[in-house]
């Protein structure tokens, strides 16, 4: 049952293109996966259209491929999602980028929340940035997704807009304390296809009383993920998984 | 917002108790927590009854408590959950211990699948499962379970038993793809309080037809989880955020 490998390209492919791979993905492709000649694999082309592709002749750090049908895939939500999270400890932002990833997810951006013990430093963003668009992409091969997520991040809630979005939540676990169990799910059934849903997540320490009334003057609701209490890199799991849940499941 | 801490001990405890806490516990409450003198934590006793009781003080290695009040917790899930996983490189195995615990899991149990490239040798399994053991407490005790999942390590699925479970399912992603999106949902809404449900995951390299085979000839059913393919370690994950979500967030 191994799945096919998703790769993406950077130009546009048609069926019966011959096209020759080289670099990180070539590397990926005979190292990691020490794929073979006449296996077949999936590209993602710049038009995020996906071909099944076949291999032709492996070459040193090149692979030939030749683009043989279009691939069936519908791995995308039916809405935009976008987490905000609290930023926290470095190999916490990746596992949430990798695995939100996985999970479908459209944005991330990570913020200095008030009690974001570990914060990101204005010199460090470009560097950084790379490093996650990088785990983004890579996670959204490997789950075989048309998009790659985007990934900010940014000093304060206050640079954001809020005003495209149809839906806003607050994860915050004292709302199961309070019965707002029903506030998720409430949200979740009442979106279309196609809106627009953020839900922003505090960091370790949690989200300040500060935050909380400057995201409620912006529409947000607080909403429970279950009856745990869950860590900050397992909260926008529970949101991503209960999206597909709810949308893609019935 | 930072949440009350919660430790399990291994005797009774009643209202007014003073418990003088050593060892382990006593290291984080200390040295990890840095809880102080009249700080509050919350305390689960041998038999699962939950009490919050504030710090007296601390000595040493020691710290004495005294039990106040009843903790007000309902965090387990109202249905039974084993998770069944082909098992993998060991860190994949700690952290969907850690995680499938923080989300209410109940038996985690590992076995060595046709396609598993890493697996549990007899001879380790002790000292590996005093290990898988104590990562399911601790992440109960950071999520306030009031029970620590159980783990298990197993060589075949054939050792297992099935008549206790009243769902059983596995996770197959080639079911996205024959539209079998419907069949999660259908086998989650229609599970009972106490009724108890087990899903198997295959390993990286996924789950054999040979494996399939049996498992169906045992009832099991396949089922999708979202329209992406999930890595083995974030499976387990959707299945158990989508059973909260179904049977706690309504």
Partial sequence: MAEMQHYFIEKTASINDQIILDGEIAHRIVKVRR???SDEIELVDAEHNAYVAVIMALKGNEVL????????????????????????????????IQKATEMGVQHIIF?????????IKSDKIDKKLSRYQKIAQQAAEQSRRENIPTVRLIDKLSELSFT?????????????KQHEHSALREALTALRPSQRIIMVFGPEGGISPLEIGFLESKQFKAAALGNRILRVETAP?????????QLEMS
Avoid: C, H, M
């Fill in 111 to 119: 913020f200095n929340a008030d009690y974001s013990i570990s914060r």
């Fill in 35 to 37: 794929s073979q000649v």
């Fill in 164 to 176: 495209d979005y149809d839906t806003r939540l607050i994860a915050y676990e004292e709302a199961a």
């Fill in 65 to 96: 491929v030749k683009v043989v049908r279009e691939a069936v895939l519908n791995p995308e939500l039916p809405v935009s999602s976008t987490i905000v999270v609290g930023t926290s400890k470095g190999d916490k932002n990746e596992f949430i």
């Fill in 237 to 245: 799991l529970y949101f991503l998984s209960a999206l597909s849940y």
